[in-house]
């Protein structure tokens, strides 16, 4: 063992995926005892790194990586997770790869199991032995004990709450003999903040008795309670590698940014709006688990209008019953016409467009191109990219515009993306989003509706969309209605902001209004207003 | 060297093998007796009269509706438009164009109906279009003995009515794409100018529509109907469209294929039309939610240079008729595999 040189060293290594670059010449050391706080924002490539550290077939399927991974000073090249195993590396995944009907013992020696020769062996060779019950109860309490947590070591994984689930997996990696480097990813995701202390505790000692630890986390101020030494990842390249010592959440989250995190100013321009272009009147929608009851409201030219609330009140169902997605009812009048309901062709003609909250779903065409995904509602709508044969007998779809079309928003939006003819499915969850916005803005709608823009993409990318919208509302005047259950966001950029309640709207509050009022409002008024925490629930949309 | 492994990747080795399989068909045939150029005649014979039904898949393919199973509709509607072209009596060109013109209104209103119930059945497409086409088939069975035919080249003679499960085209349009500007090298090569231009044709006004408004709003309800609708694009009628062209191509098909083949056969002799076409295209690297025009053509190439090439080589090798055999291990081996590429390309 190398006394004095790192116990894993990961060395310029870098990854790509269809040309996008995830990983670029990362990298750092890993000493023995330390504990390396690995942070980053989604899509950072932290666990694109952490697979090609445990050899992941997923990294060879998709042409392996370039740079080098050293152990105790000798290069090591895994092609599957067993040989990083075998080779002392442990990881504990974000989900929890137990066997539910198993005890607590079973899942810490599985398939490591203590074993008597019986006379079945002579014939059929090791695989008829017997267990040694006893063995494994001691082995496995041995590693329980090494955590400093009690755990019942006879209990069914299935009847355990999830804290314990997380320390028997940890248990499981430990208890292998030869695990040095121990990596946890999210492993505090799931806990409660007293159960967290204890997994932390827990992690110290064991890098007491020689365990290297990466330890990767959302939750900043466990990095720095806990991590030796910290390296930020951002966009691919390891921006930082420092000493946790005199480091703050602060630091840390400007450096994973890459730009200052303080709450968005906002600036106190005169907005000039216009008439009203929009009102609601009695809308109720059908849509399931965001039924819409009896909402009213309208909206002024050029303004952004926010809609938020809790899950399931029916802040989603809006946009998705004025443009016709779901059965609707009530009365919709835009520019003081009427708007035929559960008619999508008729609401995106009168000149309004949907961002979809479900990318994926509605939002893309996954297996097409970029630029079918931005110039087609444009071109069943508006006839546009279309070009007319033989004096206009019939038209042909006039690929040289989509092609100017689509690079122009590649620009415009800084989507990264090979070109313009890469598959929609083939890039990042902002750049998707990004994809959907400029479908929507092709249309050149007077009114846009954005339905959650920034699940499921990382704090960068939702910056960028944010800043979009803005700019668009700014330059073209567009109106934007926005559904979000981001409060922040919504206080970020909209004028006005409407929060839902069981279907109706509990009450409209301009931005500047205190956190807590929106909170009575989303609680309902007879509750307290605890309920908004949700506000500051990224960290959940961001995991799914 | 990458660029080889995305291409054999993307063709597919098991199209490579069908390649490589039946070039050596054509360097072992002289070796066997087997003469060169009357065997690629018969090729391209082959290619053109069934590469019309090949391509009646691919609109239903676009549109998300999987493969057409039910191909018999339209090739029971091309039926009916051909024995009402043989009983007025309608010869050359105008027996020919007459009988796809007869059979476009049933085409029409089959497939308008066929397209319905299949909306009512998405996901499960394939199976019920499957079943759809062997009860019609059936029906017609009864239909083709009732119906009031009377041409007397077509009705049973000893009975006078009720229409022959063979019926041939001589003297009305036997051959008439085939010999319209053909081209005919020594004794046994003819080149069929016509019926390869007909094919020619056909695909090009595909390939035009698919590059239509229409075309395009179909291929996106068949990659994602939901994106579709929110983009104010009917699916159903989308659908119900993809399978009505479907239905009227599997009718033009037939047509240019009887005469070729110079016998107009009824009764039971639709449902097997259907598989070979299905595993052509297949061989041709189309899944059951892409298709393009080269799937169709290499596909057809490929399909029938194999059935026309393997009994007259293997049976001269074998003394023996194996080209029943493979056809049906061909046919029905590649329509197993794209099924199972389904599950690879859902991953």
Not at chain 1, 206 to 228: M, N, P, T, Y
Not at chain 1, 402 to 407: G, R, W
Not at chain 1, 431 to 457: H, W, Y
Request: with cysteine.
């Amino acid at each position: 063992m190398g006394q004095n040189g790192p116990l894993l060293s990961i060395k310029n290594i870098s990854k790509e995926f269809y040309g996008n670059v995830v990983l670029h010449d990362v990298s750092f050391d890993l000493h023995e005892g330390e504990i390396l706080g690995l942070v980053g924002e989604n899509g950072a490539g932290k666990t694109t790194l952490m697979r090609i550290l445990f050899g992941m077939p997923v990294i060879a399927e998709t042409g392996g990586f370039n740079g080098t991974i050293l152990i105790d000073g000798q290069e090591a090249r895994f092609s599957n997770p067993f040989d990083a195993l075998d080779a002392g590396i442990g990881m504990v995944h974000q989900e929890f790869s137990l066997i539910p009907g198993f005890t607590t013992t079973e899942n810490i020696v599985l398939n490591r199991e203590s074993m008597h020769p019986s006379l079945l062996n002579n014939v059929f060779g090791d695989r008829m032995s017997i267990l040694d019950r006893s063995v494994m109860k001691k082995r496995a309490e041995s590693a329980i004990a090494k955590l400093g947590v009690k755990l019942d070591s006879s209990m069914l994984v299935s009847e355990m709450p999830v804290g314990h689930k997380q320390f028997t997996e940890i248990a499981r990696e430990i208890s292998r003999e030869k695990t040095r480097v121990l990596v946890l990813d999210e492993p505090t995701a799931v806990l409660t903040e007293s159960e967290a202390e204890v997994l932390l505790g827990s992690l110290k000692r064991l890098a007491k008795e020689g365990v290297g630890i990466i330890f990767i986390s959302h939750r900043l101020q466990e990095v720095v309670e806990v991590a030796d030494r910290i390296v930020v990842l951002r966009d691919g390249l390891a921006v930082k590698n420092v000493p946790s010592s005199g480091v703050t959440i602060k630091d840390i989250a400007s450096w994973m940014v890459g730009r200052s995190v303080s709450a968005d100013v906002r600036s106190e321009e005169a907005r000039n709006l216009g008439a009203e272009i929009l009102s609601v009147e009695h809308l109720w929608v059908d849509m399931p688990g965001e039924t819409v009851r009896d909402v009213n409201f309208s909206v002024r030219s050029g303004e952004i209008f926010g809609i938020g609330g809790l899950a399931g009140q029916g802040k989603l169902g809006i946009p998705n019953g004025v443009m016709g997605l779901y059965p609707a009812g009530g009365a919709v009048r835009l520019h003081d016409k009427e708007v035929v309901l559960n008619a999508p062709a008729l609401a995106l003609n009168a000149g309004m467009a949907f961002v979809s909250e479900d990318r994926r779903g509605v939002g893309l065409l996954l297996e097409e191109s970029l630029d079918w995904n931005i110039a087609f509602t444009a071109m069943q709508i508006h006839g546009q990219y279309l070009k007319p044969i033989l004096g206009g007998l019939f038209t042909q779809r006039d690929e040289k515009a989509m092609y100017c079309l689509c690079e122009e928003y590649i620009k415009l939006l800084d989507i990264k993306c090979t070109s313009s003819k890469q598959k929609a499915k083939e890039l990042s969850g902002g750049n998707q989003q990004k994809i959907c916005l400029a479908k929507a803005f092709a249309l050149k709608p007077d009114l846009l509706f954005v339905s959650e823009p920034t699940r499921g993409i990382d704090v960068g990318a939702k910056k960028l969309v944010l800043d979009t919208l803005r700019k668009y509302n700014r330059e073209y005047g567009t109106t934007i209605v926005m559904v979000s259950s981001e409060l922040e966001e919504l206080r970020a950029i909209c004028d006005r902001i409407a929060i839902i309640d069981e279907g109706s709207i509990a009450g409209v509050l301009p931005p500047s209004a205190d956190i807590a009022e929106f909170g009575i409002l989303m609680a309902g008024v007879s509750d307290s207003p605890t309920k908004t925490k949700r506000a500051d629930a990224p960290q959940e949309a961001m995991n799914a | 060297m990458r660029n080889l492994k995305t291409f054999i990747q993307d063709f597919g080795w098991p199209r490579i093998i069908i390649f490589l399989f039946l070039v050596s068909l054509f360097v072992f045939a002289p070796a066997v007796g087997v003469r060169l150029d009357a065997s690629i005649s018969d090729v391209f014979n082959r290619f053109g009269q069934y590469a019309i039904l090949v391509l009646a898949l691919v609109p239903m393919i676009q549109s998300g509706c999987g493969l057409n199973f039910g191909l018999a509709l339209g090739i029971i509607a091309g039926l009916l438009g051909s024995t009402l072209s043989l009983q007025l009596e309608l010869r050359g060109f105008m027996g020919f164009f007459g009988a796809i013109a007869l059979s476009a209104p049933f085409s029409i209103l089959l497939g308008y109906l066929y397209g319905k119930l299949l909306n009512k059945v998405k996901g499960e497409e394939m199976t019920i279009a499957m079943y759809v086409g062997f009860s019609f088939v059936m029906l017609m069975c009864i239909m083709w003995l009732v119906l009031p035919y009377s041409n007397p080249t077509m009705v049973w003679g000893y009975a006078g009515k009720g229409l022959r499960t063979t019926i041939t085209v001589e003297g009305y349009w036997l051959k008439i794409l085939n010999d319209f500007l053909a081209i005919k090298v020594g004794r046994f090569f003819v080149f069929p100018t016509g019926l390869l231009l007909f094919v020619g044709f056909c695909a090009f006004c595909m390939w035009v529509f698919l590059r239509s408004k229409t075309g395009t709003a179909m291929t996106a309800v068949g990659s994602n109907p939901d994106f579709a609708r929110a983009s104010g694009v009917s699916a159903d009628k989308m659908r119900t469209i993809s399978v009505v062209i479907s239905t009227f191509l599997g009718a033009i098909g037939i047509i240019v294929y009887q005469q070729s083949f110079g016998f107009v056969q009824l009764y039971t002799a639709p449902t097997p039309m259907v598989f070979p076409a299905i595993a052509a295209i297949l061989i041709g690297g189309a899944n059951i939610n892409k298709a393009s025009m080269v799937n169709v053509l290499v596909g057809t190439f490929l399909f029938q240079g194999l059935l026309t090439m393997t009994p007259s080589v293997i049976n001269s090798v074998l003394q023996t008729d194996m080209s029943e055999v493979i056809r049906m291990i061909v046919s029905n081996g590649m329509i197993l595999y794209a099924l199972t590429r389904k599950m690879k390309v859902a991953k």
